[in-house]
């Protein structure tokens, strides 16, 4: 992606991590689907921190400019 992905089905806090495990954004996603705009972020690899079943998960996103 060029840095816009879209969140789906998660009613709760997510947080957008580099690499490095820096925060680089948290947002609060309360509807069925969600724009995260990235676009001012560098290309790279990112994550995305989220709970399910009580459990932390990490989705793994992708900056391609």
Request: glycine share 4%; aromatic share 10%; charged share 20%.
């Amino acid at each position: 992606s060029k840095g816009i992905f879209y969140v789906e089905n998660l009613n709760q806090k997510i947080t957008v991590l580099n690499t490095l495990g820096q925060r680089i954004l948290t947002a609060e996603i309360n509807s069925n689907s969600s724009k995260l705009d990235l676009t001012e972020q560098p290309t790279g690899v990112y994550f995305i921190e989220y709970k399910l079943n009580n459990k932390i998960q990490y989705k793994k996103i992708v900056i391609q400019k």
